[in-house]
T-cell receptor, first 116, second 115 residues
Framework: AQTVTQSQPEMSVQEAETVTLSCTYDTSESDYYLFWYKQPPSRQMILVIRQEAYKQQNATENRFSVNFQKAAKSFSLKISDSQLGDAAMYFCAYRALQGGSEKLVFGKGTKLTVNP | DAGVIQSPRHEVTEMGQEVTLRCKPISGHDYLFWYRQTMMRGLELLIYFNNNVPIDDSGMPEDRFSAKMPNASFSTLKIQPSEPRDSAVYFC?????????????FGPGTRLTVT
């Protein structure tokens, strides 16, 4: 079974600085999808960024970018120019491509604090 | 679009009572997912539907849990009888299969407390 591990339960960053959240996963498949979701105190889950495993180019969405290392099964999220509104729980998630399953497997999350 | 709608937002009930959580997916979406979030176990998938048909219910913890999707615009998750260990936030999510890394859209969640 696929597993997703986020080794940093909590992280903090100064406003305007850059922070990187780590995620590793375990799978025997070659094609899959990876996601980062944000959960602010409102509890709403919001998609931040997504990556197809077959794409070598790292995904970027404005201040958010990923470092996807397929061989190492690593998928870290970099937040540049951190803002107070970035404070939230961040979840890394995996979805298989083969097998017809649409199931998302989540990591346990990293709580990000942004200090003014 | 109003997004995924869940009701109630909060539910407090006593052990042994029946609890029904409701979800209205985004119009036109063909997948619906129920997740449970706890501190201990994180976010875990309970069950998901495709075109109103249950596809994978392997995450449903036990027979006390049941889920239905009678039509494309409504789903319920029922717990009967409820137990204190069922206390959690329950999320409903929906998506439209487009191939690729399509997004699952989450509702605001229902916080369930069983005393």
């Amino acid at each position: 079974a696929q597993t997703v591990t986020q080794s940093q339960p909590e992280m903090s960053v100064q406003e305007a600085e850059t922070v990187t959240l780590s995620c590793t996963y375990d799978t025997s498949e070659s094609d899959y999808y990876l996601f980062w979701y944000k959960q602010p105190p409102s509890r709403q889950m919001i998609l931040v960024i997504r990556q197809e495993a077959y794409k070598q180019q790292n995904a970027t969405e404005n201040r958010f970018s990923v470092n996807f290392q397929k061989a190492a099964k690593s998928f870290s999220l970099k937040i540049s120019d951190s803002q107070l509104g970035d404070a939230a729980m961040y979840f890394c998630a995996y979805r298989a491509l083969q097998g017809g399953s649409e199931k998302l497997v989540f990591g346990k999350g990293t709580k990000l604090t942004v200090n003014p | 679009d109003a997004g995924v709608i869940q009701s109630p937002r909060h539910e407090v009930t006593e052990m042994g009572q029946e609890v029904t959580l409701r979800c209205k997916p985004i119009s036109g979406h063909d997948y619906l997912f129920w997740y449970r979030q706890t501190m201990m176990r994180g976010l875990e998938l309970l069950i998901y539907f495709n075109n109103n048909v249950p596809i994978d219910d392997s995450g449903m913890p036990e027979d006390r849990f049941s889920a239905k999707m009678p039509n494309a615009s409504f789903s319920t998750l029922k717990i009967q009888p409820s137990e204190p260990r069922d206390s959690a936030v329950y999320f409903c999510a929906s998506s439209l299969w487009t191939g690729g890394a399509y997004e699952q859209y989450f509702g605001p969640g229902t916080r369930l407390t069983v005393t």
